[in-house]
């Protein structure tokens, strides 16, 4: 099992223009995401700028994993993670003050599936070779590859 790697392979990647800001690209994000037919996205787009007012979801190194604050099933029955690679890289407020070249989008139906999702991005993270492909903005099949083998199978 392998949680990410399935989220991943059902959020995708956002295609065509990125925005010019975070909120914008926030909103195509929203628009484009793979969600339940009668999930509520103006709702969710206002709980990611919500969260993104009390701290920045910019980890720093040029990655971002915005969430709403509570995952909820009204928006997505399985876990999703969306990426989305903006050109040039947006300011995301981040600590280490870098623009963002990935953004990971993170929609998950319960607490515990989130922090399955979110410790298992962050553990891929730690890999440079990772790390490289999303800063040549790689293809979103060699990024999700990359994923799949780094993930723990367990």
Partial sequence: EQPLTLALSRGGALEGDTGA?????????VDQAP??????RPALLLQ????????????GDGIAMPHPRTP???FSAEPLVMLAQPEPALDWGALDGQAVHAV?????P????????LSRLAFVLRDAGFQALLRE???????????AQLEPKA
């Fill in 21 to 29: 800001s975070r909120d914008e690209l926030l909103e195509r994000m």
């Fill in 104 to 108: 990971f989008l993170l929609v998950n």
């Fill in 137 to 147: 903005r790689a293809s979103f099949e060699e990024i999700l590859t990359r994923v």
């Fill in 48 to 59: 990611l700028l919500e969260r993104e007012g009390l701290t920045s979801t910019g980890l």
């Fill in 72 to 74: 909820s099933a009204s």
């Fill in 35 to 40: 969600l339940e037919r009668a999930a509520d």
């Fill in 110 to 117: 319960a607490p515990p599936v989130h922090l399955k999702v």
